[in-house]
């Protein structure tokens, strides 16, 4: 069974007991020669030992020499019994027997190394159309050879290094226009660039690591924040995820920069959306500007020059290497993300479900008025004139079912079933106070 030793990298004493480990004996008891110890395996520059007295059966391993994780994690050692009248001779093949002890030997870490960037200058471009809270750079990265706990690094800008001096006039100088994540030094914007601003801004990051045994240890590396227009940036559509993109990314940082002569840097790495606004599962959308060798940005139609002078395999290079879909400026493509239009959809349903039920409850009303209507003209159609001389010849019974007072109706419905229509009419027949005599003299008699 293997035994587990420890001891902490850089630890004094230098020579140093780091434990026991179990006796050997021989099968036969009878026999009682003198038994040795022997490190066979593991132990290329001779920092560990093995002693001890058989009378008391107790053996040690001992470190002799100072041990740096950094250089070693752990040493697999093997240790022989065997009689001191016989030279070790160590067989792989006989690990597992009883004459072989597996020792393992494990070198704890302390914060002992330092930390570093992988990049001394990061570089990052926004444009005005970028808003608060946008992710500006996340490639920023620092090591160290030490592991957990002593790996926890936190990074800072540094204070009092904003550098303002290559910005245009019109640019509003915010105090802290970035903001960095100590955990994972994602740098995002702080402030709204203005219209028509131009120029960069520089500023200093700060890594350090925790201030235990011999740290903390910083680091510090320039970041250099572009102020671009659409016109300044390419937009390259690649057939690839996310990830295997920043596997690539420095190789395709340099082809790039084989093709145009010019230095390249990665703006944003982004899901790609079509015309539609719909965005990709299998392509992303990588923006990129270019700078020249006196630090100038170069345009959207300068760098599409270069590609159509270069040479031809560099580009097919380019395509095939990184599963190329398109390359365009990006003030050359119009596409709204997927969430901008369904929110337009959504604001147009929520219109029409309001709109439509009042239009339906309208019409429904309109509809009950029209044949409220028409009904009552087809029952003032259906009342005929009253008589022999109505146009309309009916049966004297259908004559006397249709002699009945139709309220709203007219009865005289047709041409010519009026019997008055168009007769002179003697004025003294209708003499209201003649009648009105004739009907009090007819009243005194009927009292008489």
Request: charged share 30%; hydrophobic share 40%; with cysteine.
């Amino acid at each position: 069974e293997e035994e587990v030793f420890s001891r902490l990298e850089h630890e004094e004493p230098f020579k140093y007991k780091l434990g026991e480990i179990p006796a050997a004996f021989y099968d036969d008891p009878e026999v009682d020669d003198k038994i040795c110890y022997c490190i066979v395996d593991g132990d290329e520059n001779d920092r560990f030992s093995v002693s001890g007295n058989k009378d008391d059966d107790k053996f040690q391993l001992w470190q002799d020499k100072e041990l740096d994780r950094e250089e070693k994690a752990s040493y697999e050692l093997v240790v022989q019994a065997t009689n001191c009248d016989k030279e070790p001779d160590y067989d792989e093949s006989l690990i597992n027997a009883t004459a072989y002890l597996p020792v393992r030997v494990v070198v704890g870490d302390i914060n002992d190394s330092p930390v570093a960037f992988m990049q001394t200058l990061y570089t990052a471009g926004i444009t005005t159309d970028n808003q608060l809270g946008d992710v500006v750079l996340d490639t920023i990265k620092a090591t160290t050879l030490d592991i957990y706990p002593n790996d926890v690094m936190t990074y800072a800008i540094v204070k009092d290094s904003w550098n303002y001096d290559e910005l245009d006039h019109n640019y509003d100088e915010p105090s802290d226009p970035f903001k960095i994540d100590a955990a994972t030094a994602v740098i995002t914007l702080a402030h709204n660039p203005g219209d028509d601003s131009s120029g960069y801004i520089k500023f200093k990051v700060i890594v350090t690591d925790p201030p235990v045994d011999e740290g903390p240890h910083s680091s510090t590396a320039d970041v250099t924040i572009q102020i671009l227009s659409q016109n300044d940036q390419m937009e390259f559509v690649l057939a690839m995820s996310k990830s295997e993109f920043y596997d690539k990314r420095d190789e395709f940082v340099k082809t790039l920069e084989d093709i145009t002569g010019l230095t390249a840097y990665v703006d944003e790495v982004a899901t790609y959306y079509d015309e539609s606004g719909a965005a990709s599962e299998s392509l992303i959308s990588v923006f990129v500007h270019f700078v020249d060798e006196d630090g100038d940005i170069v345009g959207v139609g300068a760098v599409e020059d270069l590609f159509d002078r270069a040479d031809t395999d560099d580009v097919v290079v380019l395509y095939e290497e990184f599963s190329v879909y398109s390359i365009q400026g990006r003030g050359r493509r119009e596409a709204k993300p997927v969430a901008a239009v369904g929110r337009a959809y959504i604001l147009a349903l929520i219109i029409v479900s309001i709109i439509l039920p009042i239009v339906i409850v309208v019409l429904v009303c309109v509809w009950c008025n029209e044949v409220k209507k028409y009904k009552r003209k087809l029952r003032a159609a259906k009342a005929v004139a009253f008589g022999e001389e109505a146009i309309i010849t009916l049966s004297s019974r259908e004559s006397e079912m249709n002699k009945i007072t139709v309220p709203n109706t007219n009865q005289y419905a047709y041409e010519g079933s009026n019997p008055m229509w168009m007769q002179t009419v003697d004025a003294n027949v209708f003499d209201n106070a003649a009648m009105k005599d004739d009907d009090e003299e007819s009243d005194t008699t009927r009292q008489v």
